[in-house]
């Protein structure tokens, strides 16, 4: 397939170039890998659109502050208490001579947040790169060199991943990856049940699409074998309907949320080709704030969509008044 269809879709979108360039790379990859396992899944037309939104990220993260607030920013209290719910502790994993360490990781059923440091033999210089040099990437420019997620059968869960970078020392030969991970086939990803995260090293990525290899090897990591107690809540939403301009009545038929995300299901009453309705969702905090997902992927038919993304940092539960839905407000307590 020509890469310009997703393109096309990326660069609408407010991106590195280097991220829109890699994604675009990968996700034809995967794209290509998956042809033929699954009848059923994304058109393509909206495909392009949901991974507009999962942009892979080469620019380094502040240094200061908690683990975390490196990553999400300031965390609050509670926040950092949900963190600290989540959290699980995984062993570190060594490949010719790499070592690579799990700082904190933690997750729910839809995404999963790995922080990474990535330690190379002695003699080794994890440097940083200009953008006319390149990019750090997980994954080479073959199938064999992807990163995968596989289940308790053994068998490969589609997923996409981002990241950014964290290189307190761009002379030694240590760097951070803070890793997200999306489940792009509603498996739970702490749902007790093993899941191994594979990632087959260290490339360096050109403006040209180049890859050079850094480190090579197989780093595996059990992220899946571990529940955390996440608390997510699925409102009811019997009734909960928006008007369209182009597409008639939407009705919502299923909402999830927790600390980390939402996910939410709608339709439509008159489908319209090459339109995929939404409205604008937000959670509606107690104080009367408000807080946005940060970008979402998702898959969607003829009259129907179903997509899900994360906040842009945990939230508290319990300071969650409702979900806003268009100009329809769901009480989270309706559930």
Excluded at 53 to 81: C, I, M, S
Excluded at 85 to 98: H, I, P, R, V
Excluded at 181 to 197: H, N, P, Q, R
Excluded at 226 to 231: A, F, I, K, Q
Aim: glycine residues 10%.
């Amino acid at each position: 397939m020509d890469n310009s269809v997703y393109r096309s879709e990326l660069d609408r979108v407010r991106y590195t170039a280097e991220g829109r360039a890699a994604l675009t790379d990968r996700l034809m990859r995967v794209q290509s890998a998956e042809r033929g396992r699954r009848s059923a899944g994304w058109p393509r037309k909206m495909m392009a659109a949901a991974i507009a939104a999962v942009v892979l990220v080469g620019t380094a993260a502040a240094a200061a502050g908690p683990l975390w607030e490196r990553y999400f920013g300031h965390l609050d209290e509670n926040q950092q208490k949900i963190v600290e719910t989540l959290s699980q502790d995984l062993a570190a994993a060594e490949s010719n001579g790499t070592t690579m360490t799990p700082l904190a990781a933690f997750g729910d059923q839809d995404f999963y947040y790995l922080m990474l440091e990535i330690k190379a033999p002695e003699g080794t210089v994890l440097r940083d790169y200009g953008e006319d040099e390149g990019y750090y990437q997980l994954f080479g420019d073959t199938l064999e060199e992807s990163v995968t997620l596989t289940g308790p059968d053994g068998k490969n869960l589609l997923c996409t991943l981002d990241y950014e970078w964290i290189n307190d020392d761009p002379t030694d030969n240590i760097l951070t990856a803070v890793i997200r991970l999306w489940s792009m086939e509603e498996a739970d990803l702490c749902d007790g049940t093993d899941k191994v995260l594979r990632i087959p090293g260290l490339w360096v990525q050109a403006p040209d699409k180049e890859y050079t290899p850094i480190l090579t090897g197989s780093w595996e990591f059990n992220i899946g074998a571990h529940s955390g107690g996440v608390e997510s809540r699925t409102p009811n939403v019997a009734g909960v309907t928006v008007e369209s301009e182009d597409c008639g009545t939407m009705t919502l038929e299923y909402l999830r949320i927790s600390p980390l995300g939402m996910r939410v299901r709608h339709s439509w009453s008159e489908p319209k080709e090459g339109v995929w309705p939404g409205a604008v969702l937000s959670v509606v905090m107690k104080d009367g704030s408000e807080v946005s997902l940060v970008n979402t992927v998702g898959s969607g038919g003829e009259d129907w969509s179903e997509e899900y993304g994360p906040f842009e940092a945990p939230i508290n539960m319990d300071q969650v008044a409702a979900v806003r839905w268009g100009d329809a407000m769901i009480p989270l307590e309706a559930d």
